[in-house]
């Protein structure tokens, strides 16, 4: 029997929205609708188009109209901290917000890009990170988040190699409390690297239109390692091709969007999040 959907707007609906600059491009409205939809939730997610200079007034904007949720992207992930009545332990980690749950006008601010991307990871591949040696290529904002949450699943080692190795070290001593964590320049990681089981790309190596780019010499991939890839435009980078053509379990990043929004979505509804689809949404949109 066909599940009854809800799909009427009424004076209960609750609001829910992201918060970016640029905006129009974002797919999240797409996938929490449908997720809202599937889940028989009285629920309503629209793109805001918000400038830095409006930022303070939007987040005043949450408490005011008592939007229940909403989401922080470029550049608002760090800035909109200030805004917040609290900081969850992860987030003030990582230094970065991307999700908001109005708690009876309390507003509390979470990141679920890292732990999005971990358990998008063990899902799709079912790989043991307990022991496990991780190379995180990158050390900006996308790989703080994912370095954290991999931080917590008790691997022997994280090594980041990065273009700006001082980016690098500097990121594995923050580390350094939670893990054995090590930084390095890309000119050191093919004498010094040794073997790992999972080498993940936090760049933007590789994105649409720079589909030739390779984040790291092929030669690191061998067969039997994981190899995963944050982008998903192209859901198959040359990265994970070559990793690929070597023998390498890939990883695509469709599922780190997919999960980030389904915590989020869990954060705000309490409800187990439609994965699959929110995935065939995101995947018919691209
Ligand atoms: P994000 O929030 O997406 O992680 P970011 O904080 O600007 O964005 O970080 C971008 C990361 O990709 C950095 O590690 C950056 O290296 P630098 O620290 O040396 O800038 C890396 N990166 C981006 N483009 C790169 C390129 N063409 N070559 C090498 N590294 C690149």
Known sequence: ???????????????????????????????????????????????????????KDAVAGIRALGLRGVNVTIPHKVDVMQYLDEIHEGAQFIGAVNTIVNDKDRLIGYNTDGIGYVRSLKEETGI???????????????????????????????????????????????????????????????????????????????????????????????????ASDIIYNPLTTRFLAEAKDRGCLIHGGLGMFVYQGAYAFEYWTGTAAPIAIMRETVLQSL
Do not use: C, W
């Open 1 to 55: 029997m066909e599940k009854e959907k809800q799909g009427k707007i009424d004076s209960h609906t609750g609001l829910y929205g992201v918060f970016g600059d640029p905006i129009r491009h974002s797919r999240s409205p797409l996938m929490l609708n449908q997720a809202f939809q599937e889940a028989g939730i009285n629920g309503v997610y629209t793109a805001f188009h918000v400038t830095s200079e409006q930022l």
């Open 128 to 226: 043991e990170l307990r022991g496990a040696k991780l190379l995180i290529i990158g050390a900006g904002g996308a790989a703080r988040g994912i370095a954290y949450a991999l931080a917590k699943e008790a691997p022997a080692s994280i090594t980041i190699v990065n273009r700006t190795k001082d980016k690098a070290e500097q990121l594995a001593a923050h580390l350094g409390p939670l893990v054995s964590a090590r930084g390095m320049g890309m000119d050191e990681l093919e004498n010094s690297i040794g073997s790992v089981d999972l080498v993940v790309n936090t760049t933007s190596i590789g994105m649409h239109p720079n589909v030739d780019e390779l984040p790291i010499p092929a030669s690191i991939l061998t067969a039997g390692m994981t």
